[in-house]
């Protein structure tokens, strides 16, 4: 039997799905974008519906956490970074950001 190691460059299915809705929220029915970086009021939005955003992780968190990027905008892993610097300062479980953000519909 081959105990060979897994691989652990490949992302999990968990980052897979949530990078795919990354592009469908980012693009927030603006016909222009291109899904490929998502801007702070979207971000926020999407935290919102998620219900990342409540008396845990404020909103002023989000803001505060988004504009140390320096950014305008972020790509995928670039918000994955704030969603770890949130986890990290708030005590709150990352995968779990995570499992709330894949709840929330693309519509």
Request: net charge positive; with cysteine; glycine share 6%.
């Amino acid at each position: 039997m081959s105990c060979a190691p897994a691989n652990l460059d490949k992302p999990s299915l968990t980052e897979v799905n949530l990078e795919n809705l990354f592009v469908t929220m980012a693009k927030g029915g603006d016909p222009k974008a291109d899904g490929r970086t998502m801007t702070q009021q979207v971000a926020e939005q999407w935290l919102t519906k998620a219900h990342v955003i409540d008396k845990t992780i404020s909103q002023a968190d989000v803001s505060n956490t988004f504009k140390k990027t320096g950014k305008s905008a972020v790509n995928f892993t670039e918000f994955v970074k704030i969603l770890a610097d949130l986890a990290g300062s708030k005590k709150v479980d990352l995968h779990g950001i995570k499992e709330k953000l894949l709840k929330v519909s693309a519509t």
